[in-house]
């Protein structure tokens, strides 16, 4: 399966972006997908995740902030982020994987995104 992760961009703090992950090649609804992030001179950290069941998971930082959700239709997961914080500027990763239902863990996803640049202005 192919991604293709977009709608990053500039915004003020307080603010919100929505972000695309498109999927080709295979049926997106079977994967459980992830987003990450890295900001710059850090590691890759777990954002959201959805899973084939459609469960849901979130790190600690964005609960209540950002929502993920999926349209099989268009193949296609989005994560919502309002309240927009400087400390979540970062490049934003998605992420597939077939094997693990509800994983965190990057290392266990298969396919990646190229990223998508989000830049919060304080």
């Known amino acids: 399966v192919q991604l293709q992760a977009s709608g990053g961009g500039l915004v003020q703090a307080g603010g919100s972006l929505t972000l695309s992950c498109a999927a080709s090649g295979r049926t997106f609804s079977s994967y459980t997908v992830g987003w990450f992030r890295q900001a710059p001179g850090e590691e890759r950290v777990f954002v959201a995740l959805?899973?084939?069941?459609?469960?849901?998971r979130y790190a600690d930082s964005v609960k209540g902030r950002f929502t993920i959700s999926r349209d099989s239709a268009k193949n296609t997961v989005y994560l919502r982020m309002n309240s927009l914080k400087p400390e979540d500027t970062a490049v934003y990763y998605c992420a597939a994987t077939s094997r693990y239902s509800g994983t965190t863990y990057d290392q266990q996803y298969s396919y990646w995104g190229q990223g998508t640049q989000v830049t919060v202005s304080s």
């Open positions: 959805i899973s084939w069941g459609n469960s849901t």
